[in-house]
Antibody
Framework: QVQLVESGGGVVQPGTSLRLSCAASGFTFSTYGMHWVRQAPGKGLEWVSVISYDGTVQHYANSVKGRFTTSRDSSRNTLYLQLSSLRAEDTAVYYC??????????????WGPGSLVTVSS | DIQMTQSPSSVSASIGDRVTITCRASQGISSSLVWYQQRPGKAPSVLIYSAFNLQSGVPSRFSGSGSGTDFTLTISSLQPEDFATYYCQQAKSFPWTFGQGTKVEIK
């Protein structure tokens, strides 16, 4: 059974950094692309980033490009999101999500419960 | 970026009603359209992928149609567990983009 569990969220001040982790289990992590999606309180879903199954390709939303970095460690079955230069508008629940099929990017079929990041002074 | 526009933003319906939600892309995305359901306080879950393919385990009362720029999600007979927010998302090109969501409420 696919399981994704995010960790690392919390309350941070504007301009600081934070790293989120997503521990994956129940599937062959090294064959699936992985995504981060966020949701500000009371708002809709916003796609943040993707990393290919082998870690060689990443894409980012314009709103986070240059500030956030996605990486993965297949030896630890873990996905990471490094958040830097944080702003109040980055406050959100951050979900990690797995693509629906190996090696391709067409949809995500499994989501973690999310990790709340609050950026406030 | 491709913009996704959903309508309506909310709909009130009764148990057993047929509910239709539409999603329009700002440019053609062929069949690269996904529908998600999100219940309050929960992570989203996929209902439909590639415009009309039902995700395994999703009830057959859910169906998707469309291609190009115009898409539809239909719930044929609304059930109590279907009261939730629904999002469309294009997977044609990065950055992926979501519609603003449609909240299905109890009438």
């Amino acid at each position: 059974q696919v399981q994704l569990v995010e960790s690392g969220g919390g309350v941070v001040q504007p301009g600081t950094s934070l790293r989120l982790s997503c521990a994956a289990s129940g599937f062959t992590f090294s064959t699936y692309g992985m995504h981060w999606v966020r949701q500000a309180p009371g708002k809709g879903l916003e796609w943040v980033s993707v990393i290919s199954y082998d870690g060689t390709v990443q894409h980012y939303a314009n709103s986070v490009k240059g500030r956030f970095t996605t990486s993965r460690d297949s030896s630890r079955n873990t996905l990471y999101l490094q958040l830097s230069s944080l702003r109040a508008e980055d406050t959100a629940v951050y979900y990690c999500a797995r693509e629906g099929t190996p090696y391709t990017s067409a949809w995500v079929d499994s989501w973690g419960p999310g990790s709340l990041v609050t950026v406030s002074s | 970026d491709i913009q996704m526009t959903q309508s309506p933003s909310s709909v009130s319906a009764s148990i057993g009603d047929r509910v239709t939600i539409t999603c329009r892309a700002s440019q053609g995305i062929s069949s690269s359209l996904v529908w998600y359901q999100q219940r309050p306080g929960k992570a989203p879950s996929v209902l439909i992928y590639s415009a009309f393919n039902l995700q395994s385990g999703v009830p057959s009362r859910f169906s998707g149609s469309g291609s190009g720029t115009d898409f539809t999600l239909t719930i044929s007979s609304l059930q109590p567990e279907d009261f939730a927010t629904y999002y469309c998302q294009q997977a044609k090109s990065f950055p992926w983009t979501f519609g603003q969501g449609t909240k299905v409420e109890i009438k």
